[in-house]
């Protein structure tokens, strides 16, 4: 069985600084793990996703996230915060069918300006 | 353009009183699910289809029925609505290709039982 932690239910940053969103897993088989971001009154979009392979993970508006296994972990960061990345962020984990995914509860992202 | 509807956006009911939320995809997806997002809970999974006339409960199915008898649609239903199933509902499809598909979302219900 699957299970996500993100850690912080809001982060507040300035624009311009650094985002970190945190995630750990936990899981019984091999993950693949994903973050989704949902805009208000939007359904959830995925940023980006581990399967296997390079552990750096690239995805859409410059976010990226790194697998770390040693840690259990799936952090998301972005160097430079932007104002329309304020939004709700989800970490998800599935074992290889979308069955068994999981999300968690969510972090909610605040950018000041 | 390649997408999940979903209808109603929003509704308000009373406990009891039955209604569907439909659900469609155009991208001929063999998988759909619905997920409901609550408050700190994030989404969790209350039924999904492998695909045509093929169905299995999530992780919360009390209280819900579905049903697939095509492949782009797959409404949710609420036989007996009760003020607990106030939530914001999510449809979601994927392809079966390959593993780890991505779930493309639909925008969401917004369901409120008094």
């Known amino acids: 069985a699957q299970s996500v932690t993100q850690l912080g239910s809001h982060v507040s940053v300035s624009e311009g600084a650094l985002v970190l969103l945190r995630c750990n897993y936990s899981?019984?088989?091999?993950?693949?793990l994903f973050w989704y971001v949902q805009y208000p009154n939007q359904g959830l979009q995925l940023l980006l996703k581990?399967?296997?392979?390079?552990?750096l993970v690239k995805g859409i508006n410059g976010f990226e996230a790194e697998f770390k296994k040693s840690e259990t972990s799936f952090h998301l960061t972005k160097p430079s915060a932007h104002m329309s990345d304020a939004a709700e962020y989800f970490c998800?984990?599935?074992?290889?069918?979308?069955?068994?995914?999981?999300f968690g509860a969510g972090t909610r992202l605040t950018v000041k300006p | 353009e390649a997408q999940v509807t979903q209808n109603p956006r929003y509704l308000i009911t009373v406990t009891g009183k039955k209604l569907t939320v439909t659900c469609s995809q155009n991208?001929?997806?063999?998988?759909m699910s619905w997920y409901r997002q609550d408050p700190g809970l994030g989404l969790r999974q209350i039924y999904y289809s492998m695909n045509v006339e093929v169905t299995d409960k999530g992780d919360v199915p009390e209280g819900y029925k579905v049903s697939r008898k095509e492949k782009r649609n797959f409404p949710l239903i609420l036989e007996s609505p009760s003020p607990n199933q106030t939530s914001l509902y999510f449809c979601?499809?994927?392809?079966?290709?390959?593993?780890?598909?991505?779930?493309?979302f639909g925008p969401g219900t917004r369901l409120t039982v008094t």
């Open positions: 991208m001929n997806h063999e998988y």
């Open positions: 581990y399967t296997t392979g390079a552990t």
């Open positions: 998800a984990v599935a074992g290889g069918n979308n069955n068994d995914m999981r």
């Open positions: 979601a499809s994927s392809s079966r290709t390959g593993w780890a598909y991505e779930q493309y």
């Open positions: 899981s019984s088989v091999p993950p693949y």
